[in-house]
């Protein structure tokens, strides 16, 4: 069969363009996991179209082979997963279509991952990430990339955002009446997040200070809160770009992503006596279990509420 087959001519694309489609129409998901869910399910109408099989006319035992085709070929598990959460997802679709058809899907279950505990940055790490700006707005107050960083990494770790969520936000996102920020989270869920005083001012400066210079350049009504030096508003990337700056300016180890200062944020909540149910509310987490990792790296906060609330602990 032919490998280099354009995406449109392979058997079944139509099928996943449906249902991505119906995902993007009823916000279910991100664009970046719209993406990735694409990205999933042309892989797998590839294999099947080299296997010369009817990607949708089949049985869990194919699919199986499909797994084991991407364990030859040393796909991380973490990939294999993703694959196979994706190819669930439309394979669970097609039933709710036709409910006499079967999931041959349902039935599969992809390699057991490691537990990986999340880095958070240390305190100290953390200070000196927040001090990088700062000193160059000491040097130029009218530094407007220094003030727009400044609240941006602020609101990183005030917040606990995700890099996408900063970029998404708005001017209208902040509400400084009531110390809040709205934020768009994965799956298009929207929460309320207070911010601390101090991210908050150093908010309200960058607006009334930094954000008026770059928007000379920006197209009439743009609403992103954070622009660029010619006024666009800033993508993910862009503003990663600006974590890792800061991050060799303050001599933070390389590994730290922005994600990390979001662990930070967590990590930092439990260890000041907030409980497990809060953080969950404030980092947008739809399942407690996914909160819950950070107690693995707090066991000093765990002892100390067991301590403090059991009747019989001290």
């Known amino acids: 069969?032919?490998?280099?087959?354009?995406?449109?001519?392979?058997?079944?694309?139509?099928?996943?363009?449906?249902?991505?489609?119906q995902l993007a129409a009823g916000h279910r998901v991100s664009a970046n996991t719209l993406k990735a869910k694409q990205a999933d399910l042309m892989s797998y109408l590839r294999w099947a179209h080299r296997q010369d099989l009817n990607p949708f006319d089949t049985t869990h035992k194919r699919l199986r082979l499909y797994l084991a085709d991407m364990d030859r070929a040393k796909y991380a598990k973490s990939t294999v997963n993703r694959r196979l959460s994706s190819l669930k997802g439309l394979?669970?679709?097609?039933?709710?279509?036709?409910?006499?058809?079967?999931?041959?899907?349902?039935?599969?279950?992809?390699?057991?991952?490691?537990?990986r505990l999340p880095h958070a940055l240390r305190q100290t790490e953390t200070e000196a990430l927040l001090a990088v700006n700062r000193s160059l707005i000491e040097e130029d107050p009218t530094n407007?990339?220094?003030?727009?960083?400044?609240?941006?990494?602020?609101?990183?770790?005030?917040?606990?955002?995700?890099?996408?969520?900063?970029?998404?936000?708005?001017l209208s996102s902040v509400s400084f009446a009531g110390g809040t920020v709205k934020v768009l989270g994965k799956g298009s869920k929207e929460r309320i997040v207070p911010a601390y005083p101090l991210a908050l001012e150093t908010l309200r400066r960058y607006l009334e200070e930094g954000r008026p210079q770059l928007a000379q350049k920006a197209n009439a009504g743009e609403e992103a809160l954070f622009l660029s030096t010619r006024g666009n508003p800033m993508s993910s990337n862009a503003l990663r770009l600006v974590f890792n700056q800061a991050k060799q300016q303050a001599g933070v180890p390389e590994h730290y992503t922005p994600h990390d200062l979001r662990h930070a944020f967590a990590t930092d909540l439990l260890r000041g006596g907030a409980d497990l149910r809060s953080v969950q509310e404030l980092l947008g987490h739809s399942s407690l279990s996914t909160t819950q990792v950070y107690t693995h790296i707090t066991p000093e906060h765990i002892s100390a509420v067991y301590n403090r609330a059991h009747p019989r602990a001290l």
């Open 1 to 21: 069969m032919d490998a280099d087959v354009a995406e449109e001519e392979l058997p079944g694309y139509d099928v996943v363009s449906a249902y991505l489609g």
């Open 91 to 115: 394979f669970r679709w097609l039933s709710e279509q036709d409910p006499t058809r079967e999931d041959p899907a349902s039935v599969l279950s992809g390699p057991k991952l490691p537990k």
């Open 144 to 170: 407007a990339e220094a003030l727009r960083n400044q609240a941006f990494l602020e609101l990183v770790y005030g917040c606990g955002l995700r890099i996408s969520e900063a970029a998404g936000l708005t």
